[in-house]
Nanobody, 123 residues
Framework: QVLLVESGGGLVQTGGSLRLSCAASVRTFGSYAMGWFRQAPGKDRDFVAAISWTGGRTTYADSVKGRFTISRDNAKNTVYLQMNSLKPEDTAVYYC????????????????WGQGTQVTVSS
């Protein structure tokens, strides 16, 4: 069982930055690839970014490339999402997810989920 708890969401103006954190309660954090997804009201849960077990590989949605950075600290059992140059269309609930396999952008490929953290970008 992997428990995930996100934090760091909030209200920010267009062009601003936020850093999301996701703390994992699991002994073998380094055995899990991690992902970030987001879901706006009335829309599907969309892939944002993923990172491999040691952080050597990352994948991003086209909509966030060059603005968002995913990273992890296995010593702290934490994955991060640094979000810069935020836009109103980035407004959503952001979820972190974990799975043994790396690389999928499909939400159903991930076995464990956090409760989400709200990010609101004002125009």
């Amino acid at each position: 069982q992997v428990l995930l708890v996100e934090s760091g969401g909030g209200l920010v103006q267009t062009g601003g930055s936020l850093r999301l954190s996701c703390a994992a309660s699991v002994r073998t954090f380094g055995s899990y690839a991690m992902g970030w997804f987001r879901q706006a009201p009335g829309k599907d849960r969309d892939f944002v970014a993923a990172i491999s077990w040691t952080g050597g590989r990352t994948t991003y949605a086209d909509s966030v490339k060059g603005r968002f950075t995913i990273s992890r600290d296995n010593a702290k059992n934490t994955v991060y999402l640094q979000m810069n140059s935020l836009k109103p269309e980035d407004t959503a609930v952001y979820y972190c997810a974990a799975d043994r396999e790396y690389g999928s952008s499909m939400y159903y490929a991930y076995s464990y989920w956090g409760q989400g953290t709200q990010v609101t970008v004002s125009s």
